[in-house]
């Protein structure tokens, strides 16, 4: 009798105890595990459908990613229900290229962090002014051999291998690249997600519609600022979206893509009501305080780098209230 009521009781701690553990922690890595591509749609490792919505650093050379701690990411995290962070590294303007060892020790410093605070991290390539990314190929394999080495089999790192590759195209240049650089992550850590950009700044997402890569758990990139890209960028999403084309908005704005005039409450509506009805991933631009429209938090911060709702730009209040989830 006694085993039985021990039996009974075990029961009970753990019907209750499930729910309990799924409400807090669904929206963090321990419960969702390696993600993977179904179709257009992201999955969990238990094949539930599943939408991130974090912020992006800014360039991570620059000192606007000084507010990038443990404790200010600990605060998006439980505050705003951010699951996902993205690592600007840019590749040059003072990025990787120029100071390999620097920049990679920032990275690193920031993916253990997102790891500690059991969230998912996109380890951005930032290609932007190098364009075609294959100019800087021999030091993309090198990062992401010892990136996808040093956190093989990892599931909250993802890996963004081009940013916004431009003046090139998807089957001659792109596509080529990012076949090596799959290839080379995919021996290290052979289910995690890979993003690969697109042409025109990752744009132009119709043009991989006949030539996708032939990997699986891949994720092509959207990029948008709400006040320049409008209705007919979000034709061309549908159009890929049909057509079997997962995709991922790795990097927008709520202003124009410049950074100048100011947030564009309207447009920016009309992306969010877009992307939800679609349930695509996003991560905004930026966690930072850059003088610019798009920046999260205002330019004043820096004298004192703990977030707190009175240092949130009008972009950064909405945000907030984007990324908490239903």
Request: charged share 25%; aromatic share 14%.
């Given at each position: ?14 019907t ?11 929206n ?18 238990f ?41 600007a ?26 790891i ?82 697109t ?14 890569l ?38 927008w ?19 969010m ?11 905004n ?24 709702e ?10 907030k ?6």
């Amino acid at each position: 009798m006694k085993k039985l009521l021990v039996l009974f009781l075990l029961i009970i701690a753990i019907t209750v105890s499930i729910p309990i553990f799924y409400r807090i922690n669904n929206n963090r890595v321990i419960y969702n595990g390696f993600l993977k591509v179904d179709g257009t749609k992201l999955k969990n490792r238990f094949g539930q459908e599943i939408q991130l919505k974090g912020v992006s650093s800014h360039g991570v050379q620059w000192e606007y990613t000084d507010i990038i701690t443990k404790e200010n990411l600990k605060y998006l995290r439980d505050e705003w229900d951010m699951n996902v962070f993205r690592i600007a590294m840019y590749t040059e303007e003072g990025g990787y290229i120029n100071d390999k060892e620097t920049n990679k020790q920032k990275v690193i410093s920031i993916i253990d962090i997102c790891i500690d605070l059991d969230i998912y991290v996109v380890v951005d390539w930032h290609n932007l002014k190098d364009g075609d990314p294959n100019k800087n190929k021999e030091a993309a394999r090198e990062f992401f051999e010892f990136i996808s080495e040093k956190y093989k089999n990892v599931p909250n790192v993802i890996y963004e291998i081009c940013n916004e590759p431009n003046g090139v195209l998807w089957t001659e240049h792109i596509k080529p690249y990012a076949n090596e650089i799959i290839e080379i992550i995919r021996k290290n850590t052979p289910k995690s997600l890979i993003i690969v950009g697109t042409p025109d700044y990752s744009k132009d997402i119709v043009s991989v519609v006949n030539s996708k890569l032939e990997y699986n758990n891949i994720l092509y990139a959207f990029h948008f600022y709400a006040s320049t890209h409008t209705e007919i960028y979000r034709q061309f999403i549908k159009y890929a979206l049909e057509n079997d084309v997962p995709v991922f908005v790795s990097e927008w704005g709520t202003g124009n893509y410049t950074g100048d005039g100011g947030f564009d409450y309207v447009n920016s509506e009309e992306w969010m009501k877009f992307l939800d009805e679609n349930n695509i991933s996003w991560i905004n631009w930026s966690f930072s305080y850059k003088d610019e429209s798009t920046a999260i938090v205002k330019p004043d911060i820096k004298d004192n780098i703990n977030i707190i709702e009175e240092n949130l730009t009008d972009s950064g209040k909405y945000i907030k209230n984007k990324m908490k989830k239903p």
